[in-house]
């Protein structure tokens, strides 16, 4: 009986997914296969001609290192945009005067089109990884910026009181009481700029670059390999997935160990 709990338990927390997964792929079979005519492109599209078009680039030795590349500099902007965006965000925080004055400014470029600034990066950087980055960190820091602030708009004025009437400095302030208090927005935040960095990364890897996944399917196109062009699309699906079900997995994990530490810890009076 106690063996037989703990498999139900995970069958029943399984079987939805891959339910909807089945019908998905049922559904995607059915659109290109059943429903196209013989003679259209539409069919090129099928899993049964996507799946083998996946292995062939594996086969070749083109898609792991694409991968990689993209991976790659989905990193480095993330760390352009998290060394930008957290003392941004701590500075509009702490400082009224300076949220009231930067706020229209953020909110103006935070709705414009990250991609929207193509052009002029590569007119500033020319063709290669530097554009990139800076499409992925203007598109990332924003999150960042806001959940930060927003943490640091949310701790209790009453634990800076108590830290400054102690004798506290502006570091032992910001290291002992708003960084840790902080710390489920900004984790929100990186999270939410994973996701955005992840999606404006494929097309700003069309600028040029020799490698990448969004390069990837920019050759496949012009040899009108539109069954590997699908292939290179499921496997960016399936990277954002893994990568968005891995910051989760971390953050939900912190912050469970985190949760019995309520208060700030106490700072030695001077």
């Given at each position: 009986?106690s063996?037989?709990?703990?498999s139900?338990s995970?069958?029943?927390?399984?079987w939805p997914?891959?339910?909807?997964?089945?019908?998905?792929?049922?559904?995607?079979w059915?659109?290109?296969?059943v429903l196209?005519?013989?003679d259209?492109?539409i069919?090129?599209?099928?899993p049964?001609?996507v799946?083998?078009?996946?292995?062939?680039?594996i086969?070749?030795?083109v898609l792991?290192?694409?991968?990689?590349a993209s991976?790659?500099r989905?990193l480095?902007?993330l760390s352009?945009?998290?060394v930008i965006?957290?003392p941004l965000g701590?500075?509009?925080?702490?400082?009224?005067?300076v949220?009231?004055?930067?706020r229209p400014?953020?909110q103006?470029l935070?709705?414009?089109?990250?991609l929207?600034?193509?052009p002029i990066?590569?007119?500033?950087f020319?063709i290669g990884?530097r554009?990139?980055?800076?499409?992925?960190?203007?598109?990332?820091v924003?999150p960042i910026?806001i959940n930060?602030a927003?943490?640091?708009?949310a701790?209790?004025?009453?634990h800076?009181l108590?830290a400054?009437?102690m004798?506290a400095t502006?570091?032992?302030r910001l290291t002992?009481?708003?960084?840790p208090a902080?710390?489920g927005?900004l984790?929100t935040?990186?999270r939410v700029?994973?996701g955005?960095?992840?999606?404006v990364?494929?097309p700003?890897e069309?600028?040029?670059?020799?490698?990448g996944l969004?390069?990837?399917?920019?050759?496949?196109?012009?040899?009108?390999?539109?069954d590997?062009?699908?292939?290179v699309?499921l496997?960016i699906?399936?990277?954002?997935?893994l990568?968005?079900s891995a910051?989760?997995r971390?953050?939900?994990?912190r912050?469970r160990?985190?949760?019995?530490a309520?208060?700030?810890?106490?700072?030695?009076?001077?």
């Amino acid at each position: 009986m106690s063996t037989q709990q703990p498999s139900r338990s995970r069958w029943s927390s399984w079987w939805p997914p891959l339910t909807a997964i089945a019908v998905a792929v049922t559904l995607w079979w059915f659109a290109t296969t059943v429903l196209a005519s013989n003679d259209s492109l539409i069919r090129e599209f099928a899993p049964q001609e996507v799946l083998p078009a996946l292995g062939g680039l594996i086969e070749r030795g083109v898609l792991l290192p694409d991968a990689a590349a993209s991976m790659w500099r989905l990193l480095v902007g993330l760390s352009i945009a998290a060394v930008i965006g957290i003392p941004l965000g701590l500075l509009i925080g702490l400082n009224a005067t300076v949220d009231r004055a930067v706020r229209p400014v953020t909110q103006f470029l935070r709705m414009i089109s990250p991609l929207s600034w193509a052009p002029i990066a590569v007119a500033l950087f020319g063709i290669g990884h530097r554009p990139v980055f800076f499409l992925i960190a203007a598109a990332a820091v924003w999150p960042i910026v806001i959940n930060t602030a927003a943490g640091v708009h949310a701790i209790d004025p009453g634990h800076l009181l108590v830290a400054r009437s102690m004798g506290a400095t502006r570091t032992e302030r910001l290291t002992t009481v708003i960084l840790p208090a902080i710390r489920g927005h900004l984790q929100t935040g990186l999270r939410v700029a994973l996701g955005i960095a992840w999606v404006v990364l494929v097309p700003a890897e069309m600028l040029g670059v020799q490698s990448g996944l969004g390069y990837q399917i920019l050759n496949a196109r012009d040899q009108l390999a539109y069954d590997q062009v699908m292939a290179v699309i499921l496997v960016i699906g399936l990277l954002g997935f893994l990568l968005d079900s891995a910051a989760q997995r971390v953050l939900t994990t912190r912050r469970r160990r985190r949760q019995p530490a309520v208060a700030p810890e106490p700072i030695p009076a001077r």
